[in-house]
């Protein structure tokens, strides 16, 4: 610790007014072009708004470049007469991208694993961590899910490998739907599957290769008033329709319900 103690003051003694001048130059140089940088982006931002988005990320990249260039020239420009210390520099520096490097690599091995695996595929409708929508792309780094609510979420991979992830079409376009209703007990539950069956089976996005399956199960909700679950299962043609699909089925079943009579719990509802 001593001996490092003294090699630091030792170069420090070594640094001269030249080399301090050539530093800050370096560093008020690029401290100016990125300022001029942000108004250059902010009047092409203004110039261009529908490439706002494009000309951020571009200048960003830009700025980091700028970042890196001072902060190199400003190390070489102090270190020059010691040639060993920009060895060790660049030493540490290394060590250093290492470690920052470290998760990175992990999801880049988590990816490969991912691809040659196959948990889920581009175009797959997955359930992760609250998250529900589509694989829109499996890069070396994270994966980008695309939600309902059309929001992009990146997740990185080597998460993947520790998390639980459902796909509901496992690289297929097709996918099973399932659709639950509820009716009274007293109702005529007959009626009631024949009529749900009726709905599904006539909806436009179904698809009936693998047939249509109704269940009942009798259930008690948050209100202590028991009810009959109805539980319709079909696949769909293309996940890109489950929501409309499912809107079909509630609101035609709804429909059919009421014109038969069938009796709801419309203020007891059951919660299950």
Same mark, same amino acid.
């Given at each position: ?161 520790? /998390? $639980? +992830? ?6 297929? =376009?097709?996918?099973? *739907?399932?659709? @639950?209703?509820?009716?009274? #007990? &007293? ?10 069956? /009726? $709905? +599904? ?6 698809? =009936?290769?693998?047939? *249509?399956?109704? @269940?009942?199960?009798?259930? #008690? &909700? ?51």
């Amino acid at each position: 610790m001593v001996n490092e103690a003294g090699g630091l003051l030792d170069w420090l003694r070594t640094i001269d007014a030249t080399q301090l001048m050539v530093a800050a130059i370096l560093l008020v140089t690029a401290w100016a072009t990125t300022l001029g940088l942000g108004r250059i982006g902010a009047f092409f931002t203004q110039l261009f708004p529908s490439q706002r988005l494009a000309i951020l990320r571009f200048e960003t990249i830009i700025r980091f470049l700028i970042y890196i260039a001072a902060g190199a020239g400003t190390a070489v420009a102090l270190l020059s007469p010691k040639p060993e210390l920009l060895m060790t520099l660049a030493g540490s520096a290394a060590v250093a991208i290492g470690f920052a490097l470290k998760d990175i690599v992990a999801s880049m091995v988590a990816g490969i694993i991912i691809i040659f695996d196959k948990p889920f595929q581009v175009g797959d409708r997955v359930t992760f961590q609250g998250n529900y929508g589509d694989i829109v792309a499996i890069g070396l780094r994270s994966v980008r899910l695309l939600t309902l609510g059309h929001d992009t979420v990146t997740i990185p991979n080597s998460v993947f490998l520790t /998390e $639980v +992830v459902a796909s509901g079409n496992s690289g297929s =376009l097709s996918m099973m *739907v399932t659709v @639950t209703t509820h009716v009274a #007990v &007293g109702a005529d539950i007959q009626l009631a599957v024949d009529l749900l069956r /009726e $709905v +599904v089976v006539t909806s436009r996005f179904a698809w =009936l290769k693998n047939g *249509v399956s109704i @269940t009942v199960d009798e259930v #008690v &909700g948050e209100t202590l008033v028991p009810c009959l679950k109805l539980t319709a299962r079909c696949y769909i043609s293309d996940v890109r329709h489950e929501k409309a699909y499912l809107t079909d089925i509630i609101i035609r079943s709804n429909q059919a319900f009421a014109r038969a009579g069938i009796g709801r719990f419309e203020k007891e509802a059951c919660f299950m």
